[in-house]
C-alpha cells in the first residue's frame, strides 16, 4: 500500500545521535499519529496532531519531538535516545480526529538505539 | 479505565479449519470497536470496524466479527482459514481523549496466529 509512507524502514543510532523519522500521507488526511510498538507492550499512542496542530502529548519524554509542517507530512525528532526506545514506530492517518474516522497505518520504522 | 484484552497470546491452527480470536473491552460509553492484522514486517491493515447496527459485521479477507455488548466482547471469526492469514491480529477500541475530540485508539496486546499446512 502506497496511502501512508515512512522512511526509513530500518534505523540504527547511538544514544548521542540524532535522526529523524518521516511519514507521509497521500489520502487527502487532516489527521496524523505516532505510535510506538515494543516487543513487550501493546500499541502506544505517543503523539496525534489535527490540522498540523498537536492535540495530544501522551507523555512522551523530551528526547521525542514532533514536527508537522502541513497535513500530508509528519516527522519524530530523535535525540539522546536510550536502548529502551528501541521499537517500532509506526505513523497513522485518518481523515479527520473524530472517534469513527479509521486510522491508516504505515509500515513503521524499525528502530535500535545501541 | 479503558482496556482491550485478548486473551489469547498464540494460536496455531490447520490450513482450512475455522478461527476464533477472542477481544474483550472495557469502556463505559458506546464502543468504537476494530480489529487489524500486520504480517511480518508491515504496518497494521484494518480489517473491519463496528460503531452501530447490525452486531455481525464483514471485512476483508473474509473475516467477520460479531460485537456481543452484554459479554463485552468483539470476536473474529473467519471459516477457513488460508495459510497466508498466518499474522498478528490486534483488538482495538476508539475512544474520546480525557481532552476530547479525537479518536485515541486503545490496542490490545495482540495474537500470533499460525497456520500448519
Known amino acids: 500500500e502506497t496511502g501512508v509512507t515512512q522512511t526509513p524502514r530500518h534505523l540504527v543510532m547511538g544514544m548521542t545521535n540524532k535522526k529523524s523519522l518521516k511519514c507521509e500521507q497521500h489520502l487527502g488526511h487532516n489527521a496524523m499519529y505516532w505510535y510506538k510498538q515494543s516487543a513487550k507492550k501493546p500499541l502506544e499512542l505517543m503523539f496525534v496532531?489535527?490540522?498540523?496542530?498537536?492535540?495530544e502529548n501522551n507523555s512522551v519524554p523530551s528526547r521525542f519531538s514532533p514536527e508537522c509542517p502541513n497535513s500530508s507530512h509528519l516527522f519524530l525528532h530523535l535525540h539522546t535516545l536510550q536502548p529502551e526506545d528501541s521499537a517500532l514506530y509506526l505513523c497513522?492517518?485518518?481523515?479527520?480526529?473524530?472517534?469513527?474516522?479509521?486510522?491508516?497505518f504505515g509500515p513503521g520504522t524499525r528502530l535500535t538505539v545501541l | 479505565a479503558q482496556s482491550v484484552t485478548q486473551p489469547d497470546i498464540h494460536i496455531t491452527v490447520s490450513e482450512g479449519a475455522s478461527l476464533e480470536l477472542r477481544c474483550n473491552y472495557s469502556y463505559g460509553a458506546t464502543p468504537y470497536l476494530f480489529w487489524y492484522v500486520q504480517s511480518p514486517g508491515q504496518g497494521l491493515q484494518l480489517l473491519l470496524k463496528?460503531?452501530?447496527?447490525?452486531?455481525l459485521v464483514q471485512g476483508i479477507k473474509g473475516f467477520e466479527a460479531e460485537f456481543k455488548r452484554s459479554q463485552s466482547s468483539f470476536n473474529l471469526r473467519k471459516p477457513s482459514v488460508h495459510w497466508s492469514d498466518a499474522a498478528e491480529y490486534f483488538c482495538a477500541v476508539g475512544a474520546h481523549s480525557i481532552s476530547g475530540g479525537y479518536n485515541k485508539l486503545i490496542f490490545g496486546a495482540g495474537t500470533r496466529l499460525a497456520v500448519h499446512p
Open positions: 496532531y489535527s490540522l498540523e496542530e498537536r492535540v
Open positions: 463496528y460503531f452501530s447496527g447490525d452486531t
Open positions: 497513522a492517518s485518518s481523515q479527520d480526529s473524530g472517534v469513527t474516522d479509521t486510522q491508516y
